[in-house]
Nanobody, 122 residues
Framework: QVQPVESGGGLVQAGGSLRLSCAAS????SSWFRQAPGKEREFVAA????????YYADSVKGRFTISRDNAKNTVYLQMNSLKPEDTAVYYC???????????????????WGQGTQVTVSS
């Protein structure tokens, strides 16, 4: 399938954990972005095709882990120590133009999922 499909969002208390999944068959960089109400979409994490390189926004570094299982065509985002400010709609994105130079730029990605809501209560 071309269009990524996210799953795994939900409501969790602060300090809790969630794991998001993204089913996507594209052999490219894959990333997670998020958008909170009233804010612009922002980069969260990215991973290259082999899984050997990962990149994180400073706000999630040390708490979130991106990984992939290419046999299952799935990218994961493990989110630990969640904070209320992590509340947002999380989007999976894939694109052939994404690279180590532009992974944090939304325009580098051609295909986006529909998003999954993550809500962290205080």
């Amino acid at each position: 399938q071309v269009q990524p499909v996210e799953s795994g969002g939900g409501l969790v208390q602060a300090g809790g954990s969630l794991r998001l999944s993204c089913a996507a068959s594209r052999r490219t960089f894959s990333s997670w972005f998020r958008q909170a109400p009233g804010k612009e979409r922002e980069f969260v994490a990215a991973i290259n095709w082999s899984g050997g390189s990962t990149y994180y926004a400073d706000s999630v570094k040390g708490r979130f882990t991106i990984s992939r299982d290419n046999a299952k065509n799935t990218v994961y985002l493990q989110m630990n120590s969640l904070k209320p400010e992590d509340t947002a709609v999380y989007y999976c994105a894939v694109g052939a133009r994404a690279s180590s130079a532009n992974y944090y730029i939304s325009n580098a990605y051609d295909y986006w999922g529909q998003g999954t809501q993550v809500t962290v209560s205080s």
